[in-house]
């Protein structure tokens, strides 16, 4: 089942040369979902869902260096739970057009992240999207490979 995926994902995120590859995973087993090429020019992604309590749209921006995942900015429309409410050091807080702009500079190794379909998960890259509550209610790892997606 999951190499049934894994080719789907081959069709719909192909491997680029040069490319990073964003790598999702069941968590805490860590077994293998999708791998997600990202193309060297551009080897970035967001993350887009509805908080939980707010119940607003939020999108973070993240980009990859090197093996290290970099959330570089947050927006959101509404304060809740879990939310930035400063800027880090480095990093700029901003209120205004209907939503607030947080950027930053965080660098992750792996991220864990819950999902849930009543949030909307999703994950895009480019003119690509991905439903990340596809494999159920669960917590997700993402992780990257600083090389092309092996495609197993």
């Not at 959330?71 to 429309?77: I, L, N, P, V």
């Not at 792996?110 to 379909?117: E, K, L, N």
């Not at 998960?121 to 990257?144: E, F, I, K």
Request: with cysteine; net charge negative; charged share 15%.
């Amino acid at each position: 089942m999951h190499l049934a995926r894994i080719l789907t994902a081959a069709l719909l995120f192909p491997c680029l040369a040069n490319a990073a590859c964003l790598t999702l995973g069941s968590h805490p087993d860590n077994a293998p979902l999708l791998q997600v090429a990202l193309p060297a020019d551009d080897p970035s992604f967001t993350i887009t869902y509805v908080h939980s309590v707010t119940r607003t749209p939020v999108m973070e921006r993240y980009a990859i260096s090197g093996s290290e995942i970099v959330e570089t900015e947050m927006r959101f429309e509404q304060h809740g739970p879990g939310l930035p409410t400063e800027a880090d050091k480095g990093g700029t807080f901003s209120h205004g057009d209907g939503g607030f702009v947080v950027t930053m500079d965080r660098h992750f190794p792996t991220i864990v992240m819950r999902v849930h379909r009543d949030q909307s998960p999703r994950l895009a890259t480019g003119t690509r999207s991905l439903d990340l509550a596809q494999w159920g209610n669960r917590a997700l790892l993402l992780g990257v490979i600083p090389d092309p997606c092996t495609g197993s």
